[in-house]
């Protein structure tokens, strides 16, 4: 699913993991009556979440001033997640390592979890002050374009699998692709199965929504988009910043208790291609909101 740059105000609340369709053709003709406004992503060689609520924005027609000021904003969002994104990737690193040794060592995460967090935290205030700084620069007809492009090129279909593969026996969505890459046995697939089905199967999160953050932030992100069209728009209002370290430290820990049941089923080579995929599949991994 998953606020904290100018995309990842939305994608924490949203769970968009992606963005699908084609990118705005540059150059395009605005709509009638918009003189000087075009169509072009906005901020093209940013990264990740920057660059997709980006390609969003390149489906609203901009005037040259608000296209500067946006990619102004855009350009300090791309700095603080470049630094999250880095202590992320310090942290995957760190734990395929532990997954190829067969042990995890949570003590040695922990260090990185908190480098996770201290990132998030310096970037959450200036996140949602630059979102309602982008609600100001457009009009509403254009925040009405943004909200509806966020919405539409969200992966609802995608995380809709994957929850229903995971809430069942296990079977399907990325649990089934990782069953498929271990190339596991019958007897490792039942036990796999059994132990996401136990992790995911009946999860509720804390607000009590069915399937976890996941369902709770798909729900929580359209109710933010339609808040956006508004004339006025308050972050806080639509929804108060959460407790990074809480969040942070619930989502990790129950991804590592289900990695600390899956490891003891693998033999050596299936932890050396775990590992390797758990990095070819970072930002697929939910060990922080949004990120």
């Not at 939305?10 to 075009?38: I, K, N, R, Y």
Request: hydrophobic share 45%; charged share 20%.
């Amino acid at each position: 699913m998953t606020r904290w740059t100018i995309l990842s105000l939305l994608s924490v609340s949203l769970a968009f993991p992606a963005c699908s369709g084609a990118a705005p053709t540059e150059g395009a003709p605005a709509t009638a009556g918009e003189v000087g406004a075009t169509r072009a992503p906005v901020a093209p060689l940013a990264h990740g979440k920057v660059r997709r609520i980006g390609d969003a924005l390149g489906q609203v027609a901009l005037r040259p001033d608000q296209r500067s000021a946006i990619e102004s904003l855009a350009a300090d969002a791309e700095a603080r997640q470049t630094a999250g994104l880095g202590a992320r990737h310090d942290l995957v690193t760190t734990l395929a390592a532990q997954v190829a040794s067969g042990t995890i060592d949570r003590d040695a995460l922990a260090p990185k979890v908190d480098a996770i967090v201290a990132a998030m935290t310096y970037a959450q205030p200036k996140d949602r002050a630059a979102f309602e700084t982008l609600h100001a620069i457009l009009d509403p007809a254009q925040r009405a374009e943004f909200a509806d492009a966020m919405e539409s090129h969200g992966a609802d279909g995608k995380l809709a699998g994957m929850m229903k593969g995971f809430a069942a026996s296990g079977i399907g969505g990325p649990g089934k692709q990782w069953e498929d890459d271990l190339n596991l046995s019958a007897e490792q697939r039942v036990a796999f199965e059994q132990i996401l089905h136990d992790a995911f199967g009946g999860h509720h999160g804390p607000r009590g929504e069915g399937h976890g953050w996941h369902h709770h932030g798909m729900m929580h992100g359209r109710a933010l988009l339609e808040a956006f069209k508004a004339d006025t728009f308050s972050f806080d209002e639509v929804s108060p910043a959460e407790d990074l370290a809480s969040k942070t430290s619930t989502m990790t820990t129950h991804v590592l208790d289900v990695v600390d049941k899956v490891l003891p089923l693998l033999t050596t080579d299936q932890r050396a291609t775990a590992a390797q995929k758990i990095t070819e599949r970072a930002a697929d991994l939910p060990l922080a909101p949004g990120m």
